[in-house]
């Protein structure tokens, strides 16, 4: 899709509606999924302790409901991040963001980055529900952003996505290209961290990012429908 001929419609549904914060209360929760519906997101991007909650909100709705898992420093084993894919999954949540182990990666130790991505994968998929890995690319190199592209190459999540916004930075227009050069058409590109105006969402949609996670989107499509108009 060319991001010159998006509609509004399309556009609002590539946004991940995005609540992320540690003191968020269920009143934000309540106004981050009623935005949600009232603009056609495709997701509310939380942890997963208000799933349930948000899921309950948008059960009527075409609005997914995403949990963050290992979030934000992907610091956990796997069996800890599988069992909290599974409880996440349980409570309600169409897709899972998880954050990948970065040290390992820093180590190049791929076969757990592997090892890893497979698991969480395969529990999405026995679910049916969609899978994104984050690599939070301010952490790497180009090299590692690659070598972890070529192993989602392999294990085909559904996306792979460039930061979760709780980093040094975020989403760079030349990570996205490399992420989607590397993929291909085989995996979707997510870019998040950072993307608060619709130059940049669209700077991150021309380099090949399906999806946009952020906590601006609302300014976005105002900016968008003015643009239009």
Known sequence: MEYETLTNKQLAGMIDHTNLKAFATEDDFRKLCNEAKDNGFAM????????????NILKDTDVHVGAAIAFPLGQTDIESKVAETEQAIKDGADEIDYVLNVGKLKEGNTEFIRKEMQAIVDTCRK???????IFENCYLTKEEIKAAALIAREVRPDFIKTSTGFGTSGATV???KLMKET????VKVKAAGG????ETALA??????????????IKIMEEFKGFQG
């Not at 993307?195 to 619709?198: P, S």
Request: with cysteine.
């Open 44 to 55: 509310v991007a939380i942890n997963p302790y208000p799933v349930a909650f948000c899921k």
């Open 127 to 133: 679910h049916n529900v969609i899978c994104k890995v």
């Open 174 to 176: 030349e990570d996205v």
């Open 183 to 186: 993929v291909g058409d085989l």
């Open 195 to 198: 993307i608060r105006d619709l």
């Open 204 to 217: 991150m949609i021309e380099a090949g990012a399906e999806r946009i996670g952020t906590s601006s989107g």
